[in-house]
């Protein structure tokens, strides 16, 4: 979806390159999306912010293929309040290779989306029923 597009109806509003990565920053754990096996597999991460890179950490994890064997994959952080019901998400992908600090990626594409309050489940219900 293209930035300037209005938020959906689900109250999901796209973000800008810049305030993803400025999320991104304060994202405290991420998740690492790759290919194992032909099939999608997610770990959570820690990471940090290199320029535009993503730096993820990688310790001795036996959920993880080695370094140099991951290619392309994403990268995925989120908050969500359940207060205000509402949060954020941002995507990086990317390509990945093996350097002294862990994990790089050079993200090609990064989208994000803020997400407004949700409505509570009784509300959907009776406007599923109107």
């Known amino acids: 979806m ?7 109806p689900a109250g999901a509003d796209p973000l800008d390159r ?3 990565y400025a999320l991104l920053a304060r994202a405290p754990i991420g998740r690492l999306v ?5 099939l999608p597999a997610v770990e959570p991460v820690h990471f940090e912010l290199d320029g ?10 036996p959920a993880l293929p080695p370094a140099d064997r991951l290619g ?3 990268f995925q952080a989120d908050e969500y309040d359940p207060v205000s019901r509402s949060g954020w998400c941002v995507v990086a992908i990317g390509r990945s290779s093996a350097d002294g600090h862990g ?3 050079r993200p090609e594409i ?8 949700l409505l509570a489940p009784a ?7 109107g």
Not at 34 to 38: I, L, P, Q, S, V
Not at 52 to 61: A, I, K
Not at 123 to 129: E, H, L, V
Request: one cysteine or more.
């Open 2 to 8: 293209h930035p300037s597009t209005p938020a959906d």
């Open 18 to 20: 810049r305030a993803c």
């Open 34 to 38: 790759f290919t194992e096996g032909a």
């Open 52 to 61: 535009e890179d993503v730096v993820v950490r990688l310790g001795p994890s």
């Open 72 to 74: 392309v994959v994403a």
């Open 103 to 105: 994990l790089r990626i």
């Open 110 to 117: 990064v989208r994000g989306r803020r997400i407004g309050p």
């Open 123 to 129: 509300a959907r219900a009776d406007r599923a029923a």
